[in-house]
């Protein structure tokens, strides 16, 4: 009997332990997999930022309004809508900022509205506000760049509701 009761403890014991590397090794596979994907996120906000900057070359001067090449803005434009189904991915409303900036963008070109460059010259400065402010906000934490854009009640989310909510009124028709 003493020898069943003290196998029984060092199974259990055996078990708990067990259990518990097991713990340890799930938190650090969830932990490395939200730096993995917060890493992605920021990069791919830092990309759509140094894109959209880039915007400025098409609309800067009323030369190159004129004289744009087709093609470079065409291969800047698909760009444009690829990365605002990238921002989609990881925050809704990041992706609407972009898609609605494409789309002005398209009109603008397909309509030959060079007074309408100014309006898109301050979507791309508000859109280039936006997301430096994000960076600020989040920070420089990868893991807290996965935590804040897919919860829908942090502080971020919240703030870029907001900010779309604005460019909405002041942009979109």
Do not use: C, P
């Not at 190159?64 to 800047?76: G, H, W």
């Amino acid at each position: 009997m003493k020898n069943r009761n003290r196998l029984l403890i060092t199974l259990l014991t055996l078990l708990l332990i067990l259990s518990g590397l097991l713990n340890l090794t799930y938190y650090e596979r969830i932990k490395d997999m939200k730096n993995r994907a917060g890493n992605d996120y920021h990069l791919k906000i830092r990309e759509a930022l140094f894109h959209v900057n880039q915007n400025n070359y098409f609309i800067a001067d009323d030369q190159r309004r004129e004289n744009t090449n087709d093609t470079m803005f065409a291969i800047y434009l698909s760009k444009t809508y690829s990365l605002s189904l990238d921002l989609y991915r990881i925050n809704g409303t990041l992706g609407e900022f972009y898609y609605f900036f494409a789309s002005s963008m398209q009109n603008v070109k397909e309509q030959n509205a060079l007074d309408e460059y100014d309006k898109l010259l301050s979507q791309s400065e508000f859109i280039m506000t936006v997301l430096s402010e994000l960076g600020d906000i989040v920070g420089k934490d990868y893991a807290n760049w996965y935590e804040e854009l897919t919860d829908h009640h942090s502080e971020s989310n919240q703030y870029l509701k907001d900010r779309f909510q604005v460019y909405s009124e002041k942009f979109i028709n």
